[in-house]
Every structure is written in C-alpha cells, then in structure tokens.
C-alpha cells in the first residue's frame, strides 16, 4: 500500500529513542522526511544520523515542558524542509510507583510534561496545520486499564486521550485529524526497566507475555508501522480513535 508519504513532513517529539524513533524510522522508509525533539544534544545527534542524515531528518534539542518547545518545533520543520503536515508527541513514562507515595512534586513535573506540555504541541500544531493535517499523541494502555506500579501514569493518560478526542471534535470541521496509540508491553528501554523493578526481569516479563493473547511483547518496528499509518494520508477517514498497539491485552471492546 501506498501510504502517501512522500515529501510529507512530520515532527515527532520525544524520538531520540524507543517509539518516537521507531516510528521515525517507518516514516522515513516510506518517504516522509521528520524533526525530532530530544532533551539532550548527543542523543539527538544520533537519531539524525540512524535516520539518514540532513536530508531525511533534522534535530531540536528540547523539553516538552518548556513553553517555547511547540513553536520551536514547528519552525524548525517549516525552515528545515519547507512544510509541515503532522506532529507525533510523545514524551519519556513519568516516574514509577503507586499514588500513595507520589510526591506532589513528581505530579507537578509530569502534569508539565506529560498533559500539559503536549496539549501546548497540539495546540500549536492546531493552528499552523492546513486540511489534511494531523496531530497524533503516543499514550498508554492505561487510558482504559490501569497498570500496577504506575499511579501517575495512571492518572494523567486518560485525561490526555479525553482531551486529544475533544481536540478532534474541534479540529475535524477544519479536516485536521486527532488521533491517539496506546501501546501495552513493546520492548523498550523504558519497559525493561518497569520490568526491573519487580527485582526480576525475566519473571516479570514472562508473567506479562502470558496475558498477552500474542503470547510475546511487541517489538518498537511494530509500533511504529501502526504510527506511520495513523500520521498518514491512508487514513484520511480516522479521527478520534484511539488504537491499541497491545498485542490483544486490553480486553474491552
């Protein structure tokens, strides 16, 4: 399938590694040329350059909290390559462990990061976007289940996938599309250490896989493709979704 990608321009934030850079990867293998955010220059460097240089990706050294990164980004990509057609927001997992011992500082920190940093991306996105123009946001399973041990997670992923929908009742009589992925068990740095604190990796891996009904975590390249998709012209129809890349772990409909 052809997904249109060609000469589209994407920005992806939080994609100097796991599934921002993924679905980098899978962008820039169908044509679409990106800029990707990173908080630190080294990183960022070297997802340019896994990426294929200058001429198919352009690096900003940012934080999704910083109030300046949103317009930031979208300068970048229209001065770098010329347009800009979507963005990819995702930002690191906010620090683990239950509600009870969360520090209010710690929810302040993701409040800025996770919530509020990104609706300021969209927001942003929203008004340089034309008609076929995407936002999308990389989210968690836990917007419709909990997950043990990540109680701030927990409490910020909903209230996101709520806003991206209502982003897409605003923005649909606009043709711009909202859409979110909620990925469960992909095997990421960021999963093999939640799978670390259990105190054993290997056990906490293997009870996971078994309640995947695909028997096995999924890989970032799989991810990835599901992202490139969703940013795509291909799926020119879809707004407001929010789609499990899960393997089948969720079980309601």
Known sequence: ?????????????????????????ELVADGARVVVSGRHEESVAAAVKELGGPE??????????????AGLLVEAARERFGRFDGVLISVGGPTAGPVLRAEDEAWRGAFE???LGALRIARTAAAELAEGGVIGFVLSGSVREPISGLGISNGLRPGL?????????????????????????????????????SGDASAARARASAAIPLGRYGTPEEFGKVAAFLLSP?????TGVMVPVDGGALRGL
């Open 234 to 238: 291909a799926a020119s129809y879809l």
């Open 113 to 115: 990061s996770v919530f």
């Open 56 to 69: 198919h990706a352009h690096g900003v050294v940012a934080d999704n909290g910083d109030p300046a990164t």
């Open 161 to 197: 996938a709520m806003a991206a929908k209502s982003l897409a009742d605003e923005l649909g009589p606009r043709g711009i599309r909202v859409v979110g992925l909620m990925p469960a068990r992909i095997d990421t740095d960021r999963v093999r250490e939640l799978d670390a604190l």
């Open 1 to 25: 399938m052809d997904l249109g990608l060609q000469q589209k321009v994407y920005v992806l934030t939080g994609a100097t590694r796991g599934l921002g850079l993924a679905s980098a990867r």
